[in-house]
């Protein structure tokens, strides 16, 4: 038995055990006459869209590490749809929607293990689609946001101790930035800071957590040698079920099947191409070589760009958006591999930077309130939400982990990095050379 994992299965057993109090009243599936068949069944697809998302990262992320470093890569994302399910289920879905506690977080006994969402519409948050539609499309981001935050630390982290930073930073990062900047009463909103999708909530927050991961662990052994990517039809394929599930993500947080959800659907596309292109003619520009790998991450940096502007803009603001960010996140990721940060796979230059850029993008155009309509209120409560949420999101999770490192030491020894995680932490392999009893002494060795 290892003792180690007794608290979590533990938790586990405690959860379940509550879960059966909540007796069943009937309220739960009554009919609402303000439901729009046309709505719930958008919001049924854009939720199903998003969740596919975190698979995508997965196969994006998996590609482009080691080969000896895949299957653990892809494990951190997919293992998120599970542990932040149950984290949403509980208290976090209360702390970001839940009544407003000074706009800054929500009372966690508000909606704790969804006591009152079911499948009538609630007026402030879904007024046309069921309530627990709601809270199932907003945890979708909330799953996807850890997973993003993996590629900083990719290579060098421990599994136990991973869990243990994603279930906190679900709790005291991204419930009350999602409640400061969604929520009714959040603080930001009614600040009038305009982020459609999550710009802000999701890859700002993501990138600057990654700066603090990439601190906190240190670089890897082989950090500044020559790296190749394990596959890159998995990065290729990673950014097609990124982008189309984007679609969900971005047209989704219209909230219903209109014209908002039509021009996010649209300038989320457009974005994206044109970020593609503008990354691949820079790096040729600058004497390097096309390649799968820079479409895709020129792609996926498109579509952060566009994400908090994707209801605000026209398409050939998105064009520009697009362009930009592409031009600005390949430069940061160059100058960033001057420096001795071990960003593994550049969350903060392509997630952090392109959020940057998408906010304050959105500020300039976002239409009747931008910067071109000749009032500067709202970009410049972009530039201050840039700073307080990149501040908030930076420190507190740098506290996060030191919390977990105290608790479970998040890096890896050093035979166990060498030998890579997909052995040292799961006793799996890619390579079909090795037999399971090489398997089993490597994973000695690493233990």
């Known amino acids: 038995m290892r003792k180690q994992w007794i608290p979590g299965f533990a938790l586990l057993i405690i959860v379940a055990l509550v879960s059966l109090l909540d007796m069943p009243t009937g309220e739960e599936f009554l009919a609402d006459p303000n439901i729009s068949g046309a709505d719930t069944a958008w919001m ?32 951190q994302s997919f293992i998120c749809m599970g542990v932040i399910t149950l984290v949403w289920v509980v208290g976090g879905f209360s702390l970001a929607f839940g009544d407003s506690i000074g706009g800054f977080i929500g009372d966690p006994r508000t909606f704790s293990f969804f006591k009152g969402v079911g499948a009538a519409t609630q007026a402030d948050l879904a007024p046309t689609i069921p309530f627990i539609l709601f809270a199932l499309f907003q945890m979708k981001f909330a799953i996807i946001t850890p997973a993003l935050i993996t590629g900083s630390f990719a290579e060098r982290v421990r599994f136990s101790s991973f869990i243990l930073f994603i279930i906190l930073f679900s709790i005291v990062v991204y419930s009350p930035l999602a409640h400061m900047t969604w929520h009714p009463e959040g603080f930001l ?5 305009l982020d459609f999708a999550g710009g802000t909530v999701v890859h700002m927050s993501a990138g600057f957590a990654a700066i603090a991961a990439a601190i906190i662990l240190g670089k890897r052994k082989n950090h500044g040698a020559v790296h190749k990517p394990a596959n890159v039809p998995f990065v290729l394929l990673g950014t097609g079920l990124l982008w189309f599930g984007w679609f969900g993500f971005n047209a989704g947080s219209a909230l219903g099947a209109n014209g908002d959800a039509a021009m996010a659907f649209a300038t989320t596309t457009v974005a994206s191409a044109a ?29 952060v760009a566009i994400t908090p502007a994707a209801g605000f803009v026209t398409i050939g603001q998105s064009v520009f958006i697009g362009v930009a960010s592409a031009i600005v996140s390949n430069i940061v990721v160059y100058y960033k591999n001057k420096t001795g940060i071990d960003d593994t796979l550049d969350v903060f230059p392509c997630h952090g930077v392109g959020g940057i850029t998408g906010m304050i993008l959105t500020g300039v155009f976002a239409k009747d309130v931008g910067l071109i309509y000749g009032d500067p209120t709202t970009f410049l409560r972009h530039m201050a939400a840039i700073f307080l949420v990149g501040g908030f999101t930076f420190g507190a999770s740098y506290l996060l982990f030191k919390v977990t490192n105290l608790i479970i030491p998040m890096r890896v020894n050093e035979v166990s990095e060498e030998v890579g995680l997909d052995i040292s932490q799961h006793g799996e392999s890619l390579s079909k050379s090795r037999t399971p009893q090489e398997i089993a002494e490597m994973m000695k060795k690493a233990s």
């Open 44 to 75: 049924l697809a854009a939720t199903a869209l998003v969740l596919l998302m975190t698979p995508g990262l997965s196969f994006f992320y998996g590609g482009m590490v080691s080969r000896k470093n895949v299957i653990s890569t892809m494990l």
């Open 189 to 193: 909103r009614k600040w009038g800071v």
């Open 275 to 303: 970020a593609m292109l503008a990354w691949v003619f820079y790096d040729a520009l600058m004497g390097r070589k096309i390649s799968g790998l820079g479409a895709s991450i020129g792609a996926v940096v498109g579509l």
